[in-house]
């Protein structure tokens, strides 16, 4: 992959050493946009109540399968009770929103800055609709007010946000909550290798594997949240 012209001035940027002044004018101010955001995001989620975040591509399309399917699975986790939290922009998460919008439910869309792909849709209410320019700061919304996690198929932002999760869990950093992957051919081979490789070279262990579900329909996907809080006596929003 070959640097334009401005990714190598970026880059040469970073290894010229900086004064104190060029510090504070960059790096320490660039903490009170961190500020805002988690202010913002905190206030904002914590009226919501219960939610399941949805994850999948941004590229899929309004006629594909996985978009039906996103939509089909909010619109049943509302009809349950339960907020939806998205990222906020097109194709999966577009359905998403969409299928909570048209049960009638409450719906969220944590939307990040970026040059393509992403640009907020039109399923979420104003007031519920967060712009974010730094990926930490969104992804601590996700972990912080979402009480499960679909998983629909997509890119590296899909497996970064399901890793980010299986992680933070297995390390009790985070209190467990039902992680559900839909569509097993999809998710074939990469589990394959988690079991195969990760697993027999001893770097997870056994039980590791039981930080996720498997699924191949939306009632499965529903199912195991359900079944997970029903365990506990605790209800969504109703």
Avoid at 111 to 139: C, G, H, M, V, W
Avoid at 180 to 203: C, E, F, P, S
């Amino acid at each position: 992959m070959e640097l334009n012209k401005d990714e190598i001035a970026r880059l040469r940027k970073t290894f010229n050493p900086k004064t104190w002044a060029q510090v504070k004018a960059n790096d320490s101010w660039s903490v009170f946009k961190i500020m805002s955001e988690v202010v913002d995001g905190y206030e904002t989620l914590s009226k919501i109540g219960p939610c399941v975040a949805i994850f999948g591509s941004a590229r899929t399309g309004s006629g594909h399968e996985y978009y039906h399917t996103a939509e089909e699975v909010a619109y049943l986790l509302t009809k349950k009770g339960f907020g939806i939290i998205t990222g906020g922009g097109p194709g999966v998460m577009e359905a998403a929103n969409k299928g909570a919008h048209i049960a009638g439910g409450k719906s969220v869309g944590l939307n990040i800055n970026l040059p393509f792909e992403q640009s907020a849709n039109s399923f979420i209410d104003p007031d519920k609709l967060i712009q974010f320019d730094y990926f930490f700061t969104r992804k601590l919304m996700f972990m912080r007010y979402a009480q499960g996690y679909i998983v629909l198929p997509g890119g590296f932002g899909t497996l970064d946000e399901l890793f980010e999760a299986i992680t933070l869990i297995q390390t009790d950093k985070l209190v467990e909550f039902p992680i559900v992957l839909i569509n097993k051919d999809y998710w074939a081979g990469l589990i394959r290798w988690i079991k195969d490789t990760m697993l027999k070279q001893g770097n997870i262990s056994e039980e590791d594997l039981d930080i996720f579900h498997l699924v191949d329909t939306v009632e499965e996907a529903v199912d195991v949240i359900e079944k997970f809080y029903s365990k506990y006596s605790l209800k969504p929003n109703f």
